[in-house]
């Protein structure tokens, strides 16, 4: 029997943790679900190296950078973990840690529709003053997703 | 001695080439803190927006602080670094000797022995904070303070463009719902 294909995105903010614990709570015991925990990073922008003295000193700076990115991918495994710990399949949870090219929503909205998830479980915190900014990731990923089933953590 | 002063015109031509190559607020605000980072050779930076309805400041981009720290609680401007809302910036030099912190012990167990916070202002109201923490104690020159309020005046005309236009765009959406509907048929 195919199993339930669920897709986790993961920025590590509280509400997040709400929808993990959320996905342990009601999937933790199924041997029929695979989950994936998904988070978009914003790359280390590139610097036009044909200028000036301080690039080199930037340039330096950079691998900081990348050391806390990769921190950040070794928290997203610490995730993957506690699943595991909590009744998942070590093979049945994936950990995906993508590159971004555009917004959070789209990169969650492209993966959902190529891989053909059939439940996303996303956190939602009400009244935030970042949607006016950034737009609201869960309107975003609500209005354009058909055919799957959106659980929304608040 | 001296304080260095580590901002200088190449170091704002990365960052505001950095700014302009991105039409997408969430991958320019955090371009915008990885290059102070990596500029001022410090520990972290975060963006903030200013809720107005509940008085916190709420994280847009953020680089070198650990989750643990960033959901340490909400930040209230009227505790948070007392004056964000005063329009001024602030220096914690040592975060061991300030009572100006709202999670002290926080701070001081992330490792962070230093922040700048300097205020994000449109049309002389504050829409939200830049946050910069040293890993030690830190003498930021005047100068570099001049810098950093002259980027955040142009971080907060990039989020009021950013604003309208997704205001825009919900209307036009929202127009797009509603078009099928009748408006069309009104029209005969």
Redesign the interface.
């Known amino acids: 029997m195919a199993k339930l294909k669920l897709l986790l995105p993961y920025n ?3 509400f997040d ?1 709400k929808a993990l614990d959320f996905v342990i709570a009601t999937f933790g015991n199924s041997k029929n679900v695979a989950v994936t925990i998904f988070n978009a990073y ?1 790359p ?2 590139q ?2 190296t044909s ?5 080199g000193k ?1 340039k330096g ?2 691998s ?2 990348s050391q ?1 990115i990769s921190e950040q991918e070794a ?1 997203l495994q610490t995730i993957k973990d506690k699943l595991v710990e909590n009744g998942f399949e070590d093979s049945a949870v994936d950990a995906v840690f993508q590159s ?1 090219k ?3 929503a789209s990169e969650i909205i492209d993966l959902a529709t190529a891989q053909k998830y059939d439940v996303i479980v996303i956190s939602h915190k009400p ?4 949607r ?4 609201s990731r869960y309107n975003k990923v609500i209005s354009a997703l058909k055919d799957l089933t959106v659980c929304v953590v608040t | 001695m001296p304080v260095e002063e580590k901002i200088d015109i190449d170091i704002f031509k990365v960052v505001f080439r950095a700014i302009a190559q991105s039409d997408n607020l969430e991958i320019m605000t955090n371009h915008l803190t990885q290059l102070l980072v990596a500029a001022l050779e410090i520990k972290g930076c975060t963006l903030f927006a200013l809720n107005p309805d509940t008085e916190e400041l709420e994280v847009l981009a953020s680089i070198g602080l650990s989750s643990k720290y960033l959901n340490k609680g909400p930040l209230l401007t009227g505790k948070s670094i007392g004056a964000t809302l005063k329009k001024k910036p602030i220096v914690i030099r040592d975060v061991t000797k300030t009572d100006q912190l709202q999670y002290p012990d926080d701070a001081k167990k992330e490792g962070i022995g230093a922040i700048v916070s300097v205020p994000i202002q449109f049309y002389d109201k504050v829409i939200g904070a830049l946050r910069l923490y040293h890993h030690e104690a830190w003498e930021i020159s005047d100068k570099d303070i001049d810098s950093l309020l002259v980027l955040a005046e142009n971080i907060g005309l990039a989020m009021t463009y950013t604003r309208m236009l997704n205001a825009f765009n919900t209307i036009k959406y929202a127009m797009q719902e509603i078009q099928p509907l009748g408006l069309e048929a009104s029209e005969g």
Do not use: N
């Not at chain 1, 200028?51 to 690039?55: E, G, H, P, V």
């Not at chain 1, 006016?132 to 737009?135: A, E, L, S």
């Open positions: 590590f903010t509280s943790h914003t280390i922008p610097i036009d200028a000036t003295s301080i690039t930037l700076s950079l900081y950078l806390k928290e971004r555009k917004d959070v009244g935030k003053a970042t006016f900014f950034t737009g």
